[in-house]
Each structure stands twice: as C-alpha cells, then as structure tokens.
C-alpha cells in the first residue's frame, strides 16, 4: 500500500480538467490574440475560463489576471503596487527627494510565516530600497491577530499582505476581519486627507503640504484555501487575492491574481497586451481552461462541497487525535478549531523531520516537512519558528495533507507507519529517554 | 525514486540500520557535537584500551564506539559510519579519518549534507579530547 499524504504540496490532476484542457493542445491551438479564426475560438476558451472564475470570486472578469503560478501572483501583487504607488503624486518621498527616512517609503504588514514567495518578495523590496516592512508574528495558535495589524499601521502603509490558511501548519487566518478593519482605517485615512486639504486650500500654504499616502490595499494568498473556504472576494474585503492550479486539481503553470478595480498594479512582464497590459505572454490556453475547470469543480453543488468538507475535517481530526492517543509527545502545531480540513502539521519531540520523511517515504507514506518549497534548504521551518521560537520544535515537525480522496483505510495505514518510524528514530536520538 | 538520488544506497543502509547504535556504559570519552539551532546533534562514546603489539610495545586503541544522533538521514548515517570506520583502530590511525573518508565510505553525500560528515569528525575528535582530558597524567606521553 501506498500512500500519499502531501496534498498542500500538490494534487493531482482531476480526470475533468484533463479532459476539457485536451482540445487545447493540438486541435483548437490557436494564439488567443489573434484575429483569425483559430485566434478567436482559443480568445473564446480563455475569455469562458474567465467568466467562469469570476463567478467563483464574485468578481469581474477583467478583474483576473492568470499567472504562471501562485508565486508569480504573490510576487506580481506586491511588487506591483508598489512599484505603481511609487510612481504616483501620493508619495511623500518625491517631494523630500534624497530623504532616507523611514516615513518616506510605502509601508508593508505581512506576517512572519507567510509563503516564501510573499516572504523574499518583501525582503527584495526592502533591500532595494523600496519600501519597508512590518513582519507580524502569529501568536501561539497560529493565528495573525487584525488587532496587530492594525496597531501596525502607519501613515504610509500601503499595503497589507496575509495569507488565507498557512501552507505549513493549515490555520486559517481572519482574512475577512483584517479586510473590515483596513476599510475603516481607509475611510479614517480618506477623511483625513479631505480635511488636510481643505485645510491647505484656506492656509494656501501648499509648499509644505505633505500629500497623505494613498489607501491600504489588502492582498491575501488563498492558494491552501480555494477547495474549502469562502472566496468570494467582496465577503472577504480583499483587493488582491492568489490562486494556484495545481493545489486544486489542474495542473501546474497556472496561477491568478485578482485585482480589484482601481488597485494601482504595475506589470512585471513587460511585452503584450496580454491580460489588459499587467501580464505579458501569449495565453497558457490549455491550463487557463483547466483551471476554470478545477474551479468550476469546486463549484459544483454547495452542499456537496461543505458535506465534503465535513467529512474531511472529521478524518482529520480522527487522524490527530489517534496518533497522539498512540505515540507519546506528539504535538499538533496551530490552532485545533480555524483549520483548514485537509493540512496537519504535527511536533514529534526529540527527533528530525527530515529523518521522519525519508523513513516514511521508504515505507509507502508520502509526508513532508515544512513546505515542498523549502525542503531543498537546511534552515528550520520558519513557519514554526515564527510561532514558537524553538528550533527542537521547527525541526521535528511534519506536515500531513489530506484530499477528498484520502480514506480513513489509507489514514489507519499512515498511523500505524508512523508510530514505528517515530519509536525507531527515537531510540537513536540522544534527547529524551536514555538508554 | 527521488529520494535513492538524493541519497546512496549506503547512506540509506546506515539510516535504516544504523551500527553501533547505543551508549557505553562508563565510557573512556564522549563527544557531543552540534545543536539543534545547527539541525543536528551527535553523542559518540568510545572505549579505550590498551593492546600489545607485536613489537612487545603498548599501543592504545579504540575498542568500542557507540552513538546516539538526532538529526536528519545524512547525520544518522555519517554518524554510524564513523563508528564503523574508528572500531578496532588505533588513536593515531583514527585521527587520521577525515570527513571526506566518512562521505567517501557513504558513497557521497549530497553537498548540503555534507556538514554531517563534518560533524561526524567534530565528535570524535571531541570524545577524543574528553578521554585525554580524563587520562591520568602519568599516561600522557
């Protein structure tokens, strides 16, 4: 038996979404942007696609722009805003030119366990020079408190960036909380400004007038959340939002962002018209419609979709509750409650991740620590760092991710694996009982 | 599949089933090497004797070596491999043992891994110093 317990990492793709990108490749395989015949029924497949996840989003369709992944999308959404923000009137620095102060940069919040690809994203920003950055760090649950955010933010803060569920450890953050709160602090910041310049216009004093920075744009990640929970975009009160493909059923090399009307984005591929100008490169046909497809998927009867997730939740906690009635010191990372139904991530005390992986991949048990993304590196999971601060703890976890097709059959197999590998990497570990 | 790329097939023997696993009860030195901030923390524990050579002179060597290792698979196996490669050896001919000869009897190692076999080399030459240490004076030649 074989089983693959490493959804988060990626899934499969689904028989479905084959089947409706099939066509694509070498029969209707026209380039969208052109003005043939051939062009035009491949324009028709990507403008249907569209339609069809603006549906899902509650959006406009030219509000979507696909990607070439979730970390194109991550890095588009921040890079983009500020890029675009620093070309506009708003910004004080243009005024106070070779100030280096603080306050004179568009202003970041992220959290400290985001996605890497939102991670590295602001850390470049930072060292080029382009803006600063708040990192909040999640409190022991796992969870990014709005209270934090909010106290975070400054009169340049720009942007927000928070992922919906956290790749590692699976809790869901208050995305649709932190959207209430920015709204209010942008309505605050807008009457500010109008009083500012009312103010000006009496005083007529405008060669002092610092122009206020423009509103607080909030981009969440929703790549581990799309199978599971709320994405209608107005609900959340998120202005950009993040998808990838292939952590719902299509296949890798397609991402989204969406971007609300009036969010200033400039592009990072620079060539095209393609997606209104904000994404160069000829269409990813095949891959767009089997994204639309996965979507469409996900969609499909409400009532299936939350009994699913019902069920699948109830497998997963049936799996951490056995494991830790079964092995001693086995600790779930992230709050028990807000989480995602299909990511566990689990502390086995006194012994390496990377050993557990290894041993239960030679076992038939697909597994992972931190994210596949990171696996490659020798630093600790700094999802669970930003957590606990405890490095014992960041290398001895694992994540486990379930799908809608894992069984409960495939879980008692895991289980049963699992203890035999903890209890042998036990007895080698120096830590914890001698002997 | 990946994985067996990743790592050799001896390297893999030795995480499986690693040699000499275990400590020694009053050991003539131990070496612990390694923190979990590194990622990795080794024990090595030897046993000193001495034995006669041929020559009629007094040599010492190391009798027995047991380990205990948290860390990952490459840190297990280069831990058991060293243990392996030190057994029977004397002193002089153990510090000669390098970190590249434990990579080399593991097949290789991948170069991120390649600090476990460092850290291999850092605990016996530690256990080392700790049985020199614990030496009565007059042994010191």
Known sequence: MRVYLDYAATTPVKKEVLEAMKPFFSEDFGNPSSIHTWGQSARRAVDEARAQIAQFLNCRSEEIIFTGSGSEADNLAITGVIAQISKSKFLISKQIPNSKSQNQKPHIITSAFEHHAVLKTCEDLEKRGLATVTYIRPNNEGIVEP?????AIRPNTVLVSIMYVNNEIGTIQPIREIGKMIESENRKRLKENRNQYRKQKIENATSNFKQ?????????????????LPMDVDYLHVDMLTIAGHKIGAPK????????????LAPMIHGGEQESGRRAGTENVPSIVGLAEAIRQIQKAKTKRQNDNLKLANLRDYFIKKIQEEIPEVYLNGSKINRAPHIVNLYFKNIEGEAIVLAMDLEGVACSTGSACTSQSLEPSHVIMA???DHLRAAGSVRFSLSKLTTKKE????????????????????????? | MAIEKLYSQKVMDHFLHPRNLGSIKNPSGVGRVGNPVCGDVMELYLKIENKKTKKGKTEEVIKDAKFKTFGCGAAIASSSMMTELIKGKTIKEAQKITNLAVAEALGGLPPVKRHCSVLAKEALEKALADWRASKPSSQIL
């Not at chain 1, 209270?147 to 106290?151: G, Q, T, V």
């Open chain 1, 147 to 151: 209270e934090k955010i909010k106290k």
């Open chain 1, 212 to 228: 206020p920075f423009s509103q607080i744009y909030l981009h969440t990640d929703a790549v581990q959340a799309a199978e599971s």
């Open chain 1, 253 to 264: 090399g397609i991402g989204l962002l969406y971007v609300r009307r009036g969010t200033p």
């Open chain 1, 387 to 389: 957590i606990f601060n």
């Open chain 1, 411 to 435: 879980l008692d197999f895991a289980i049963f694996k699992i203890r035999k590998v903890v209890q042998r990497l036990r007895e080698i570990s120096p830590y914890g009982k001698r002997g």
